[in-house]
C-alpha cells in the first residue's frame, strides 16, 4: 500500500478532527477542507497510483455507515460532466494521464493524503487515529491513539504494530494485541533531535468474525517555528560590576572580568541563559562569599568568581539548561588571567544529558581554553567533571542556540 505524510500545516489538525464530526456528510467534509494540494508529498506517477486506487475502486454500500456522499468532488471541472471526467480518469494508463492535462488537474486536485483519508473514511474504518501532541518542552511529546466507534458492526481494534522515528523512547508502552477501547491512549515520549519531525505509524485489527488489518496514514507531526534566542534571554549573576566585585578579596588577585553572552560567531552562551540552573557535587569550605557553586556560570572572570570543589582530587558542576539546547563548543578554565597559578585542570569530561561527548585527559589548563565537538549535541543538561591537584573552574561557557 503507497501511504503519504502531511507536512506540517492546518490541514492535518483538520483531518485528524473532521472524521468525527455529527454531520450526515462527514466525509465530504474531508474533500472540502483538504482537496487543495499544495504539499508535493509524492512524486506524480505515485500521486496518480494513490488517488487511482482510492477515488476508483471504493465499493461501499454507502447507506450502510449513513453518509452522503458527493462523488464526483474532485472530477468535477473542464466544462465536462463529473462522471465522464471520472470515468476517463479510471479508465486511464500512466502514459495517457501523463499528457492530459485535464487528468492531471484531477490529481493535483484530489491530495493523495486526502483521497486516502477519504476513502478510509466512506469504507467505514476511520474509527481510530493518532496524532503527535507537542509541549512546551520542545524535547517532549504525547503521542496519542483514539478510538471512537463507528455504528454498525463488530469495531473491536487491537493495536498490531506500531513504530515512530526520530524518538529515544516513551514512559509508557504500547504491546501487539493491545485493545483500543472509546478512548485515548496517551504516550509520552522523548525525541532525539527536537529540529526533526516524528513520524508515527500505526497498523491495527479491527473487528472478531470479519478481521481487517488497518494500516493508518503515517502522522507527520508539523513542527513549530523556531526562534533564535535575544538578549533579553540571558544575564549574569550579578548584572552589575560592583555587585560582582563585593565579596572579592581587594588583594587577590584580578579584578572580576565579563564573561561574553554571545560569541562574534553568532553563537549564545547558554550557560547563562535566565532558565539556566547550576549545581555540584561539593563547594570548597571556608569560602562562603567566594569559590561557590553558583560561581562557576556567573558570567564573570577570575579567582574570586570561580568554583573550588571540596574533594581536593576534582569535583562536577552541572547545568540544567530549562530547555533543549543545540550546543557547539565549550569554554573552560581555572584563571581567566592567571595570577596565582596554584590550581589547574589535568583532566577534564563532559556529558550531555547523562551521555559522554568529550574528554581530555593529561592536560594541564590554567587560562581559558576552548572545547570543540565533533558535532553540535542537543541536549536539556550538562555535567563537566574536573580533575586535578586541588583544581579550580574560573567559569564553563557553553555555545550555541535554539535546537
Known sequence: MKTASCIASSICIILMLIPYANASNVCDEILKYGIFDTYNVLDESSQYD?????????????????????????????????RQNKDEFCSSSLSTYSKNQTLRKIVKKASPVIASAWSQCVNGIYGTTHRIVPSADPSIFTYEIEFKPISGGDTTTKVQDWSMTNT??????????????????????????????????????????????????????????????????????????????AGCDPAGGPRPVQVPI???????NLALLKTTTVSSSSTLRGYPTRHTTDRAADGWYNNC????????????????FGR??????????????PSYEDRFITSWTIRADGKQIAHESDVKITGTERINLPAP??????????????????????YGDHP
Open 305 to 320: 568568581r570561580s568554583w573550588i570543589p571540596a574533594n581536593i582530587s576534582g569535583g562536577t558542576i552541572k547545568l540544567d
Open 168 to 245: 529515544k523512547g516513551c514512559h509508557e508502552k504500547i504491546s501487539s494485541g493491545q485493545v483500543i477501547d472509546s478512548g485515548v491512549v496517551r504516550l509520552q515520549c522523548t525525541r532525539i533531535d527536537i529540529r526533526k519531525p516524528v513520524i508515527a505509524t500505526l497498523n491495527v485489527t479491527v473487528g472478531r468474525d470479519h478481521l481487517r488489518t488497518i494500516e493508518l496514514l503515517p502522522y507527520r507531526e508539523p513542527l513549530p517555528e523556531i526562534h533564535s534566542f535575544s538578549e533579553s534571554d540571558f544575564e549574569r549573576r550579578p548584572n552589575a560590576w560592583d555587585d560582582a566585585n
Open 50 to 82: 494513490l488517488v487511482k486506487s482510492t477515488q476508483c475502486n471504493v465499493k461501499t454500500d454507502y447507506s450502510t455507515v449513513g453518509i452522503d456522499l458527493n462523488l464526483g468532488d474532485p472530477f468535477k471541472m473542464d466544462g465536462k460532466s463529473e
Open 324 to 337: 533543549s539546547v543545540r550546543i557547539e563548543y565549550f569554554k573552560i578554565g581555572s584563571e581567566h588571567i
Open 262 to 268: 554571545r560569541q562574534t560567531d553568532g553563537l549564545w
Open 377 to 398: 549535541v542537543v541536549a536539556s543538561t550538562i555535567e563537566l567533571d574536573i580533575s586535578g591537584p586541588h583544581p579550580r573552574l574560573d567559569e564553563i561557557e557553553v
